[in-house]
């Protein structure tokens, strides 16, 4: 997939499936929440008489928000890591990679930063862990990373799969997407191609642009692809995992929630790729 992958960058920077330019927000102090209200897991009883509520956030330094994710050990990042946050750890260290700064395209502040390799993500996560740790808001045995595939697979809703590895699984659960199970995507649930006429947005857009899914999450779905910690084919070890397809995205295969992208190699910089965060550990500080 690393070919397609780079191809529809390419073809969309030329203005193929060119969407509608929006009136874009430059902020977005608050999120949209999902219309519907939370489920219990199944099997899980309702309690009687109450009402379902969203996790608890931890804010941090960065302002970047996390909830829990039932199913895992760790607390997922609500949105995709942002420009800001991004250029918050630039400006702490020199030698950091200057490509998410030209993407070809204009990015506010709040959009999911671009063209950053999963070595980037990775230092970046070290980065915050250190910066964190040193000024309280974070306790030892607490850290930030990048989640594995089968944390992601939690948190995007995705039910069993079948295989022992990323690629294994790779498109394996059909007709099953972040928005459900209707083919096409309808209109207002996350940043995908201009075909599809579901957005209005031409490339990136800022987080918490879209409803969130069930568990609090934005964008699992669409803006851009997401790197994950493990390898995508851990006998070769030559790719990393991707998930979530990106604002270029039209076909039913590439958006299906058990798509992985397998043209990652650990060094590679896309203008469809960024990455979401978790934290390891309790809730915070």
């Not at 395209?105 to 390799?117: E, G, L």
């Not at 459900?180 to 918490?208: H, Q």
């Amino acid at each position: 997939m690393r070919q397609t992958l780079i191809l529809i960058a390419a073809l969309a920077l030329v203005g193929c499936g060119k969407k509608t330019t929006p009136a874009e927000p430059e902020t977005n102090a608050e999120p949209k929440v999902a219309a519907k209200k939370p489920e219990p897991a199944k099997g899980e009883p309702k309690a009687a008489g109450k009402k379902s509520t969203p996790p608890k956030a931890f804010t941090n330094t960065l302002g970047m928000k996390f909830v829990s994710v039932p199913g895992t050990e760790v607390a997922f990042c609500i949105w995709e890591t942002r420009v800001k946050d991004y250029a918050a750890f630039a400006a702490a260290n020199a030698r950091v990679d200057a490509s998410w700064k030209s993407p070809g395209f204009t990015q506010a502040d709040t959009h999911p930063v671009v063209n950053v390799s999963w070595e980037d993500a990775n230092a970046f996560c070290a980065w915050l862990t250190k910066k964190e740790l040193a000024e309280g808001k974070i306790k030892a045995g607490q850290k930030y990373r990048l989640p594995p595939d089968a944390e992601w697979t939690v948190a995007v809703g995705l039910g069993r799969e079948t295989g022992s590895t990323p690629e294994a699984k790779d498109t394996g659960v059909k007709d099953v997407y972040p928005w459900g199970k209707e083919w096409p995507p309808p209109k207002g649930v996350g940043n995908y191609a201009g075909g599809l006429n579901v957005d209005n947005y031409e490339y990136t857009s800022p987080a918490g642009s879209f409803a969130a899914n069930k568990l609090g999450l934005h964008d699992m779905g669409g803006n851009v692809w997401e790197w994950c910690e493990d390898w995508y084919d851990p006998a070769a070890q030559k790719y990393r995992v991707l998930r979530g397809a990106a604002w270029d995205g039209d076909r039913p295969g590439l958006l299906l929630s058990s798509t992985r992208g397998d043209g990652g190699t650990p060094d590679l910089r896309e203008l469809i790729i960024g990455f979401r965060c978790v934290l390891v550990g309790a809730s915070g500080g």
